[in-house]
């Protein structure tokens, strides 16, 4: 009963393809011929594809044909007339097939769509409406900016695994630099861009619940907040690994409790405001009370690193708050100058 279970729990997958959107763009912006196995291992690695569907005028893509027929895709012909070309049949047929396998098939729960053309977007919102996971792949360059914030994940082809650009780089006009040995060579190192987005979304997250946060909800906030985010994108394999790569920073911290592979994500026990709470009373203290605007200006001159949002604080403001609520500084809103006033508490 328990195996039956967890095959039933896993995402039911539809898949479609509009083909001719991404064969011409791996063909013209990535210099290569498109290869459908990077995106089957991708989606076998978020659930079990049920229906695989590729839409083009065949006529067009003769050597993959045989390619896609070996990954058991269904080819939907979109055939050609009178020399013209029909590149809205091809949208119309595929978006009228989804809506109709969403209606037609409650146990497909996710819906992968492969293109970078805007006028999917409805789609995406029409099967997102009908209670249904709506995952993006499409190429950087060729997508437009209004599909990815509509989808619950996007995913970029020449981010997943698989992916070989064949285009030839051309040569820098700068003279050569000694290269690096392999001893030599940078580990990934987590922006601080990264930093300031974990936190402030595991912030929220402790805000919004009173339960514990695990490392699978974070992530499920991350891609809401930005559909294309991936660790890989910041040199880390994995997000768990990302997560490791923060506690051992003392950024986030880590506990299996009771969860294995699912660790919980809290802040690190140890008070670590503290030093920057420090920094706020040193600069408030060297010149008196003053206006909370600007002040963040001389808390960088004296610590150019600083960044509110790596602590966990949505903005500034909450940050000085938070000093407040701790007794560390007095922040009191001022009428006349229409700014808080920071001071030292008497």
Known sequence: MRATLVVMEEERIGLFIDYENLAIGARDDLGMEFDFKPIADALAERG?????????????????????????????????????VRKNAADIKMAVDAVELAFERDYVTAFVICTGDSDFTPLVQKLRELNKRVVGVGLKSSTSAMLP?????????????????TRPKKKPAAKKTKKPDAAEAPKPKASEDVAALITTTLAGLQRSTNGTVRSSSLKRALLRKDPTFSEADHGFRAFGELLRHLETNSIVQLSDD??????????PKTDDDSKDFDLLVAVVGKDGPQPLSGMKDQLRKRQNDFNERRLGYSGFLRFVQAASARGVVSLKWDDESGDYIVSIPE
Do not use: H
Not at 54 to 67: G, I, L, N, T
Not at 150 to 160: G, I, K, M, P, T
């Open 149 to 165: 914030p509509a989808c619950d994940e996007f995913l970029f082809y020449e981010n997943l695994g698989g992916v070989e650009i």
């Open 48 to 84: 079990r594809v049920v229906v695989r569907r590729a839409y083009a005028d065949w006529s067009s893509f003769q050597k993959d044909r045989q390619m896609l027929a070996d990954n058991q895709v269904e080819l939907i012909e979109i055939p050609q007339r009178r020399g013209r």
């Open 258 to 267: 009771g969860s294995l592979g699912d660790p919980a994500v809290t802040f």
